[in-house]
């Protein structure tokens, strides 16, 4: 079974540029997955950022970005604010369904 | 303005069916425009896809969950429901219900419910 793979953990420096990835166990990442990113803070839903690689949700800050680099999916965030802190989701469109990553969770400091 | 709201038993015993329902509010469950999913999250941990369903009826299933998931919809009362069989500690989570695009385009574009925390235990 493929699973989705992203970074455990991330840390960015207030201000800076990170980039997380959502990649597969096996094989790569294109469009064709319509890769999606979700921001989730402790105790609330998760919050729709990016879906479909590059289409940023309503109300979305063009400091995030979607793509996909090499063999793998995309979140960029420049300019990193500390409510940007949070954990980060992206779930790919497989087969039998979308299946998420397990998150990767960003500190900025 | 969409909104979706998660109901039901915060507490259910193992081996009994969970069940939820999620209300749509500020438009119609039956525009044909969206799927209607359920999505959850154990305390800690990552989401889970667990199905969607469509205005029609129309239902897709986790594969890893499809033996003892069912969702159904109302559309006189603009709802759509989670069943959930056979429950162990394993299905304690946050569970969501989400509104997501017809429209392939628009893949992943979830629109999320406040989510309700559903606790397996005797």
């Known amino acids: 079974q493929t699973v989705v793979t992203q970074e455990p953990s991330f840390s960015v420096s207030p201000g800076g540029t990170v980039t997380l990835t959502c990649g597969l166990s096996s094989g790569s990442v294109s469009t064709s997955y319509y890769p999606s990113w979700y921001q989730q803070t402790p105790g609330q839903a998760p919050r729709t950022l990016i879906y479909?690689?590059?289409t940023r949700s309503s109300g979305v800050p063009d400091r995030f970005s979607g793509s996909i680099l090499g063999n793998k999916a995309a979140l960029t965030i420049t300019g990193a604010q500390a409510d940007d802190e949070s954990d980060y989701y992206c779930?790919?469109?497989?087969?039998?369904?979308?299946?998420f990553g397990g998150g990767t969770k960003l500190t900025v400091l | 303005q969409v909104q979706l709201q998660e109901s039901g038993p915060g507490l259910v015993k193992p081996s009994q069916t969970l069940s939820l329902t999620c209300t749509v509010s500020g438009g119609s469950i039956s525009s044909g425009d969206y799927y209607w999913s359920w999505i959850r999250q154990p305390p800690g941990k990552g989401l889970e896809w667990i199905g969607y369903?469509?205005?029609?009826?129309?239902?897709y299933y986790n594969p890893s969950l499809k033996s003892r998931v069912t969702i159904s919809v109302d559309t006189s009362k603009n709802q759509f429901s989670l069943k959930l069989s056979s429950v162990t500690a394993a299905d304690t989570a946050v569970y969501y219900c989400a509104r997501e695009s017809l429209s392939s385009d628009s893949s992943g574009e979830y629109l999320w419910g406040q989510g309700t925390l559903v606790t397996v235990s005797s």
């Open positions: 779930v790919l469109y497989m087969g039998s369904g979308p299946s």
């Open positions: 369903i469509y205005y029609s009826g129309s239902t």
């Open positions: 479909s690689t590059n």
